[in-house]
Each structure stands twice: as structure tokens, then as C-alpha cells.
């Protein structure tokens, strides 16, 4: 079983708005990821959390604010976002460490109103 | 210098012909390598990994690893339409559990 969800699927949010994206795995790994991704640009990382705890921050704006609440399940809050951050949003896993593959979720496409 | 260098393409060939993919890097110590393919409005797919120097093959797909040349390549063979897509090479830095991805090559097999 390779298989990472994320919901929603889509999210439609206004500037003022709070909300979340989900994540889960239960394929047993404990790092956790999430990337950006704008239209015909690659994946760019934002977090990385190994063994519960965030290990990366790629200098990410405060208004995304990650928390992984156990090994199985990662979250993203969003607060007072901008057009800008009009995106696809890909969570992945992988086993921790070197020469580990890591998989995708179907990724949450948000725009930002 | 970018971390990861792909050539954008698109490349181009037709259906049952090889489809060369390539792609460079900058960390020497880079560990371990991978190709995703991704369609259009969908998220990455992982379909190669590598690890060691030399070639590695799964059906119709070969990567192929050079650590001096710092030079990553994948080769599809019989190339079908369903291939279309774009093509992500991925590595895993000396430090750090992340993944730096190049740009992407777009691949379109004609039939």
C-alpha cells in the first residue's frame, strides 16, 4: 500500500479565511512533507517533519502554519492568505534517511479569492 | 547553478521509438535519485529509483546513474501515447531528508 491522502481534493478560500489541508499515510513512515506547486514549475518543498517534529522550514511565510499530530497524520493551516497562494498543495511520505522513495498524495488544488 | 538541471523540452517521438530523459546535478554528494512522472492537473508519481552507479531496469523503463559525471538519465522504451507527460528528476542532497526537484521535461510520444 503506497497510497498518502489529502482533503479536500479542491479548496476555495477567501483572504480572510482560515482553513486546513489533511494528510495521512499509513504506510508507516515517519517523514512527512509538504510542497507547493504552481502551475508548469516543479514541486517546491515548504516542510519537512521526521518523527513528529519539523525538521524543515524553507523559510515559509507565518501564514502557513504546519503541526503533525501523530506519525499517520499531517496537517497545513492556512491564515490570511493571498492570491498568490493560489496552488497545488502536495503532501508526501517517506521513510526516514537516505535511499528512501518517497509518494505522493493526489494533492489539494486551493485558490485563493 | 540550479541543483537539479533538466532540459524543459518538449520532447518529442513517436510511438515505439526510445524517449531519452536526462538530467544533471550539483551535490556531489547527492544520494539517491529518483524520476516521477506527472500528468497534467495531477500530483507526481514515482517510477524510478537509484541509488548505485550503472543502470537500473524495471519493464519498459531504465535509469542510469553516473556519480562522476554528476548525470542522472532515464530511457523509456516502446514509448506509447499514455507516456505524454512530464517527466521530474528528483534528489535527495547530502544533508537533509527533502527532495530537490529539477524543472521537468516534457515528453509527447505520437502516434
Known amino acids: 500500500d503506497t497510497e498518502v491522502t489529502q482533503t479536500p481534493k479542491h479548496l476555495v478560500m477567501g483572504m480572510t479565511n482560515k482553513k486546513s489541508l489533511k494528510c495521512e499515510q499509513h504506510m508507516g513512515h515517519r517523514a512527512m512533507y509538504w510542497y507547493k506547486q504552481k502551475a508548469k514549475k516543479p514541486p517546491e518543498l515548504m516542510f519537512v517533519y521526521s518523527y513528529e517534529k519539523l525538521s524543515i522550514n524553507e523559510s515559509v511565510p507565518s501564514r502557513f502554519s504546519p503541526e503533525c499530530p501523530n506519525s499517520s497524520l499531517l496537517n497545513l493551516h492556512l491564515h490570511a492568505l493571498q492570491p498568490e497562494d493560489s496552488a497545488l498543495y502536495l503532501c508526501a511520505s517517506s521513510q526516514v534517511g537516505q535511499n528512501t522513495e518517497a509518494f505522493f498524495g493526489q494533492g489539494t488544488r486551493l485558490t485563493v479569492v | ?111
Open chain 2, 1 to 111: 547553478q540550479k541543483e537539479v538541471e533538466q532540459n524543459s523540452g518538449p520532447l518529442s517521438v513517436p510511438e515505439g521509438a526510445i524517449a531519452s530523459l536526462n538530467c544533471t546535478y550539483s551535490d556531489r554528494g547527492s544520494q539517491s535519485f529518483f524520476w516521477y512522472r506527472q500528468y497534467s492537473g495531477k500530483s507526481p508519481e514515482l517510477i524510478m529509483s537509484i541509488y548505485s552507479n550503472g543502470d537500473k531496469e524495471d519493464g519498459r523503463f531504465t535509469a542510469q546513474l553516473n556519480k562522476a559525471s554528476q548525470y542522472v538519465s532515464l530511457l523509456i522504451r516502446d514509448s506509447q501515447p499514455s507516456d505524454s507527460a512530464t517527466y521530474l528528476c528528483a534528489v535527495t542532497p547530502r544533508y537533509g531528508n527533502k527532495l530537490v526537484f529539477g524543472a521537468g521535461t516534457i515528453l509527447r510520444v505520437k502516434s
